[in-house]
């Protein structure tokens, strides 16, 4: 119990009623004045993964405490794949790094922050003004990373480098966490013995943080140093990209019949970019990232494509889980606008373009300078989302852009209105998720099909098969059965054309008690499942047709039909195939769910 207290406590929700907060399959472990529940790891509050969940009752209300552990807010997968975070590369950027001083460059011009990273030439490396362990020097990840290691070098002059510093780490600036030993003291640890050579510090444990200050304790003739943190950032990896992303926008300029400044154009690995149809303030580029997951970051370009010179430089974001309801991204001042104004003796080529803030808290991010140039803004608030939607606010030369976004990528089960094209792809949407659906030729006939007296499989409508639910319950299937239809066939309307690439039908197993009857009536007599794509009636397209070889139906419960070939149709029809003999028996396939992907 208290190695559970001593994790952290993240969130706190009061709920009115214990049904609110409680999910099915929860174990409690024991019954107390606390009662201990497991969560489903996949749930994601905010920015960290809710681990457990610890509820008690005060005055009738239910109090429900988030705990996270070290584990689960840490970024999974990392231990083992740990890599320098940017100082060395130049992906950590100048307005990144801040801190407590600086000393003049008029004094001595090899000593700016921005030269505070490993392997620069020699004699260059931060320096504080002061001779003070009060001095600090400060790395802004970006977002909440693992740390597992700091490697630090003198300024590679033969007389000035630190020889022991303390670290301290926080996720949002304002809350900071020394480092320390078993009685609670302050860890020193082992900085450099000359001013030229790395020394790779490994921390105690890993810790998870955005900001890290190496902070001087000792040094050699004056405070100098280099420094690169070590570890991993599962947060920051490119989310929604082509093909699991699908784009869309307010409008698109017909160029050259289409052959750029289209919707799809405006992704960041574009040649090309997104223009609107028209330049004004209601324009908006749409990207769809899948299930919905942490965004951390923002980067937009301008055009790549053509002489233009076109490019959005004011923006701002929208987000959404079912592109019904919008919220615009509110904060007080992004980080870099703040470093960039607070930074000594620091200049940024995006001085002239900072992000603001409306008066209603909706930020303005700063776009822009030229048509390849990248910007990247870091989040302090960082959003779970499905949708997010770009909308310029000014531009130059028209509004033409390309766009993503950052994050953590989604992992575990895709989700209802998600499906996987093999085991080991993304998630991407399921395009027949709750589409109109029937079963036989007409178009309304949802009729439920009985056989015999099971009364498990009566009133089943063909809407079970595209519920989400993949349960393999025959209770929660559609019936295809050719007792009541010479031709049984399932059709979804996809409610408009759409390219298939693939379908994925859940067939169901059956259980010992029913298996002998499931398997003379029903599976063994199915022949084959034909999978069609059409854009009405008639014309159809066959994607593939699956044989029941090796009676693989009662086998395999996934079946999975892939188009040779992208189809364009709006309707997609099953179409089961099979022998009845001459007494009288049928064949019929029952069908749990059906999911295509585009």
Excluded at 85 to 93: H, K, P, Q, Y
Aim: proline residues 3%.
């Amino acid at each position: 119990m208290l190695n559970m207290l001593q994790k952290l406590l993240y969130k706190l929700h009061l709920y009115n009623c214990i049904k609110t907060c409680l999910c099915p399959g929860e174990k409690r472990l024991y019954k107390n004045s606390f009662d201990l529940i497991y969560w489903r790891k996949d749930i994601v509050s905010n920015y960290k993964e809710v681990w457990a969940i610890m509820e008690y009752s005060v005055l009738g209300i239910l109090a429900v405490v988030f705990i996270c552990s070290q584990e689960s807010l840490a970024n999974q997968g990392c231990p083992y794949n740990n890599g320098h975070l940017g100082m060395i590369s130049g992906e950590i950027e100048d307005w990144q790094i801040t801190a407590s001083s600086n000393y003049p460059s008029e004094w001595d011009k090899g000593c700016g922050v921005h030269y505070a990273r490993p392997y620069l030439e020699n004699r260059l490396g931060w320096c504080a003004r002061v001779k003070s362990s009060s001095e600090w020097l400060q790395v802004d990840l970006g977002v909440v990373s693992t740390v597992t290691a700091v490697l630090i070098q003198g300024r590679g002059d033969g007389q000035e480098w630190v020889t022991g510093f303390m670290l301290s780490y926080s996720s949002d600036r304002v809350l900071w966490t020394y480092i320390t030993d078993s009685s609670g003291s302050n860890v020193v640890f082992r900085g450099n013995t000359d001013s030229y050579s790395i020394e790779h510090v490994y921390l105690p444990s890993p810790i998870e943080a955005r900001f890290v200050k190496i902070h001087v304790h000792s040094w050699n003739k004056h405070p100098s140093m280099r420094v690169e943190l070590i570890g991993c950032q599962e947060n920051k990896k490119p989310l929604g990209q082509l093909p699991y992303a699908n784009l869309k926008a307010s409008s698109a300029h017909t160029y050259r019949g289409g052959s750029s400044c289209q919707a799809n154009d405006g992704h960041i690995l574009s040649q090309k970019a997104w223009c609107a149809a028209k330049n004004n303030a209601n324009q908006w580029l749409q990207l769809d990232i899948g299930p919905p997951t942490l965004v951390t970051a923002l980067m937009t370009i301008g055009r790549g494509d053509t002489g233009r010179k076109q490019w959005v430089t004011k923006y701002k974001v929208s987000y959404s889980n079912d592109t019904k309801s919008w919220t615009f991204y509110k904060d007080t001042l992004d980080l870099e606008t703040m470093y960039t104004k607070i930074a000594a003796g620091e200049s940024s080529k995006y001085a002239s373009l900072p992000s603001e803030v409306n008066s209603d808290g909706v930020v303005e991010f700063g776009g822009n300078i030229g048509k390849n140039d990248k910007r990247l803004h870091y989040l302090a608030k960082p959003f779970v989302a499905r949708y997010i939607r770009f909308h310029p606010v000014s531009w130059n030369k028209g509004i033409a852009m390309r766009a993503g976004v950052f994050g953590k990528q989604h992992s575990g089960e895709c989700g209802a209105g998600f499906t996987r094209p093999n085991s080991a792809s993304s998630c991407v949407e399921n395009i027949a998720f709750k589409k109109e659906t029937w079963l036989n030729k007409e178009r309304h006939n949802k009729r439920a099909l009985a056989v015999g007296a099971n009364d498990a499989i009566n009133q089943k409508l063909a809407e079970k098969a595209v519920d989400g639910n993949t349960t393999n319950d025959i209770a929660s299937c559609a019936i295809l059965d050719s007792y009541y239809d010479a031709e049984p066939q399932l059709t979804i309307d996809l409610g408009e054309r759409t390219d298939v690439s693939g379908v994925v039908i859940y067939m169901w197993q059956s259980h010992e008690d029913e298996s002998a009857a499931y398997k003379k009536d029903y599976a063994l007599s199915l022949e084959a499942l034909s999978v069609f794509v059409s854009s009405g009636k008639t014309g159809e397209t066959l994607c593939e047709r699956i044989e029941n070889l090796d009676n693989r139906f009662i086998t395999h419960r996934e079946q999975k039909a892939i188009c040779n070939r992208r189809i364009n149709g709006r309707y997609i029809r099953i179409q089961p195939e099979g022998r009845a003999d001459m007494f009288g028996n049928w064949y019929a396939a029952v069908i749990c769910e059906v999911t295509a992907f585009t």
